[in-house]
């Protein structure tokens, strides 16, 4: 496609659930980035991959969160045991090559945990 | 980290207006964004300018790498340029700051 792209664009589970969010960067980007943004404030960074490996993972907040990027294409955001603390927006970013290069961001993922 | 300030934080026009944001950043960087969070939370790419000065219409955008700051201009402005401006910097990561949030009132 032509720009980044998540799925779902909403999801609402229940606390304690596992959730996937999707995320299809942009065609031939090798630069993939996970943010979460909070109601009035910046993104906030999770974890960046260069190809198929996580360059950067200190932003993940615990144990809970795992994201992967088999192929070095799409790439999964995973969260297990959810909490009510985990609702936010949570944006994906590619870019053409290493971080240091311009980033083009998703729509988002909004997670609500009930 | 790098720490990343914006200012204002709110800023209200009457629609024709021209304003000014500043980002100020606390360390060398290799990569600065300017972007516009619309009310339906997409992040749009407005400048890539990790230093100089480039325009785009009624945006302009000044990076002055070595005192650490930027600036984005916006003029005569319009009701769709509310939402939030963030200014991203890079080292190993994109650091955001908290953003200006700008209200556009007819």
């Known amino acids: 496609g032509a720009g980044v792209s998540q799925t779902p664009s909403n999801k609402v589970t229940e606390k304690g659930k596992y959730v996937e969010l999707r995320c299809d960067p942009i065609?031939?980007?090798?630069?993939l980035y996970w943010y979460r943004q909070s109601l009035g404030q910046g993104p906030e960074f999770l974890i960046y991959f260069q190809g198929t490996g996580a360059a950067d993972d200190s932003g993940l907040p615990n144990d809970r969160f795992f994201a992967v990027r088999p192929e070095g294409s799409v790439s999964t955001l995973k969260i297990q045991r959810t909490e009510r603390g985990d609702s936010a927006v949570y944006l994906c970013?590619?870019?053409?090559?290493?971080?240091?290069?311009?980033?083009?961001f998703g729509q988002g993922t909004r997670l609500t945990v009930v | 980290g790098i720490q990343v300030e914006q200012s204002p934080p709110d800023l209200i026009l009457q629609e024709g207006a021209n304003s000014t944001l500043r980002c100020n950043f606390s360390d060398s960087v290799n990569n600065l964004q300017w972007f516009h969070q619309n009310p339906w939370g997409q992040l749009i790419n407005l400048f890539y300018?990790?230093?100089g000065t480039k325009q785009n219409g009624r945006l302009s955008a000044t990076t002055v790498a070595t005192e650490r700051y930027s600036l984005l201009y916006i003029s005569s402005s319009q009701t769709t340029d509310s939402g939030v401006y963030f200014c991203a910097v890079s080292g190993n990561q994109f650091y955001f700051g908290t953003g200006t949030s700008l209200t556009v009132i007819p």
């Open positions: 300018i990790p230093s």
């Open positions: 970013a590619s870019s053409p090559s290493d971080g240091y290069t311009e980033a083009f």
């Open positions: 065609s031939g980007h090798t630069a």
